[in-house]
């Protein structure tokens, strides 16, 4: 399977690419994330092998193989040799080139487009981080490349990782049996506190610096609100049914105004309206020294929810509460890709993983633009945020959105 052309096929089970049982893995991007991520998958199956890594640093892919070797729970599964480790821009064209059945996606969301379609093309089954693009010809990338997947029959599994914990599963089934009536109102906050940030260094080309800092950089990321906060707007998505058909709202950079945090916002707020009228607000922030609070609410016309980590809570004239213990969802959605490669029934994110993508890019148009944008100019926008090169020199120029004066595209 690995050396499987555009028109090939995923093998049956027990069959992969040593010719024996043993599932190989690829990990391209190897920070914090991904790094996690190869430890769960590591986990998933009692047959698998981390034999190749790709980062665009050194640096990075050294300090995961080291941790990743340190666990006892996988040490034995990680057999990455020197020749199997790839570094710089076209380190994942290499790791695809070679002996591996699945690959993990945890790059900067700017690369998970081109990836995802270079994984699909080499006949490799993939676990893509959220979110999948930065920008909507990046949107329709992967929907092009998820239906290529499933011509193909193999796995696309979406970092969405709330959608694989039980107890929002069973919030959810509960709310599209009409739970709560008819839902009229959602509400998705996302306040936390600032995160990292990596001073410039003398020998840092301006590439450099924002690939080491690719959080703050709209092109890398698609701004925070897309990065985090399409957690829980996929979550408002999920309980819907259904995406927004219009948007409106404001942000800006209030605390993290030093030119060492790029070009993000670090607040937005955004009012989405549906085609039945129903409305959903959306609010986050990421300023230090304030209140926190992640969390999704459904408002119906018999009772609300609450959706979210800290409590899964059914209210009408009774309350019902989720007070299960489950499995870590981190975990599960790996478990479940792996144990559908090895029944012949590959996994499919495609849909929901790209379109909840987009509605959070929509939300950012809204906030840079300070205009109402409604879902098919957010589909149809030609704004493409791609480097002119991927070198280690120039990098895209730092211009922070004004509201009223940065155009739609």
Known sequence: ????????????????????????????????????????????????????????????????????????????????????????????????????????????????????????????????????????????????????????????????????????????????????????????????????????????????????????????????????????????????GDYPVKAMGLGGRQVRTDAMYGNIYDHHSVAYEFENGARLFSNCRQQSGCKNNMSAYALGSEGRAEVSERRLEITTDTTWRFDRKVRNMYQVEHDEMFAGIRAGKPLNNGEYMAHSTMLAIMGRMATYTGQEITWEQAMNSKQDLSPQSYAWGDAPTVEIARPGITKFV
């Not at 690419?17 to 009692?46: E, F, H, M, P, W």
């Not at 081109?114 to 893509?128: D, N, R, S, Y």
């Not at 906050?189 to 924002?210: F, L």
């Open 1 to 240: 399977m690995a050396a499987a052309g555009a028109g090939a096929v995923a093998a049956p089970a027990g069959m992969f690419s040593g010719g024996d049982d043993v599932l190989k893995i690829g990990l391209i991007g190897c920070g914090g994330r991904g790094t996690g991520a190869a430890r769960q998958a590591l986990r998933a199956d009692s047959n698998v092998k981390l034999v190749a890594m790709a980062d665009a640093f050194e640096d990075r892919l050294q300090l995961s193989l080291r941790s990743l070797s340190a666990q006892e729970d996988v040490a034995d599964k990680v057999c990455v040799p020197p020749e199997q480790q790839f570094v710089g821009f076209d380190a994942y064209q290499k790791l695809l080139a070679s002996d591996v059945d699945v690959v993990l996606l945890t790059t900067p969301p700017h690369f998970r487009p081109l990836q995802l379609k270079a994984a699909i093309e080499a006949g490799k089954h993939v676990f893509a981080e959220k979110p999948v693009a930065v920008d909507a010809p990046g949107v329709h990338s992967v929907l092009q490349t998820c239906a290529e997947a499933k011509r193909k029959s193999l796995s696309v599994v979406s970092g969405l990782c709330i959608r694989y914990d039980g107890g929002f599963r069973e919030t959810v089934q509960r709310l599209h049996d009409g739970a709560i009536g008819e839902i009229h109102t959602l509400i998705a906050n996302d306040y936390r506190g600032s995160i990292w940030v990596k001073p410039r260094k003398d020998d840092w080309t301006d590439m450099h610096w924002q690939m080491r800092n690719w959080y703050y950089f709209t092109w890398l990321s698609g701004d925070f609100n897309v990065e985090q906060h399409v957690h829980y707007l996929d979550v408002c998505a999920w309980v819907m």
